[in-house]
């Protein structure tokens, strides 16, 4: 799974959007939808169908790993809305499937997308204010092909 990098202009307004800061998060998002990955490996995209996932039936996906500065309890503070409302955009619009913070230590975050680009989640990353204002040092995207679960987050 290689996924394109596409532009559409459904994707150029979202990418607007996520560069305007995520500043109101009650219109993030809300005129335009990310465009699906369709095509090519014979790897689906995940859905709210529920068919099984099996090695002959394998979900691609994308997995968004953050590691946090020290204390980023006591740091995260004027920054956690817009974070939160970032990712809550991406799940408002089926392409965020879960997201949290590692806990005992939360020393990092882990997001599971569907349906993105490489390039879409990594628009979303240079945009989020963690990583904007210097709480997220490191991260990395990296594809995820699913073989074993329910299929219906």
Do not use: M
């Not at 740091?75 to 809550?88: E, N, S």
């Not at 799940?91 to 990092?108: F, K, Q």
């Amino acid at each position: 799974f290689a996924p394109a990098r596409v532009h559409t202009p459904g994707t150029h307004a979202l990418l607007s959007t996520v560069k305007r800061g995520i500043r109101d998060s009650s219109t993030f998002y809300s005129k335009t939808q990310v465009p699906a990955l369709r095509g090519g490996s014979g790897v689906r995209e995940l859905s709210s169908a529920g068919t099984p996932l099996s090695p002959e039936n394998p979900a691609a996906l994308l997995v968004l790993t953050y590691t946090y500065v020290p204390d980023i309890l006591e740091k995260r503070g004027p920054h956690r809305a817009g974070h939160i409302a970032g990712a809550k955009a991406l799940t408002d619009s089926g392409n965020c499937i879960l997201a949290g913070a590692l806990a005992n230590p939360v020393d990092g975050a882990i997001f599971i997308f569907k349906g993105l680009t490489k390039a879409q989640v990594e628009d979303f990353v240079k945009n989020d204010p963690y990583v904007v204002n210097g709480l997220v040092p490191k991260w990395e995207i990296r594809e995820w092909t699913a073989v074993v679960g329910t299929g219906t987050l």
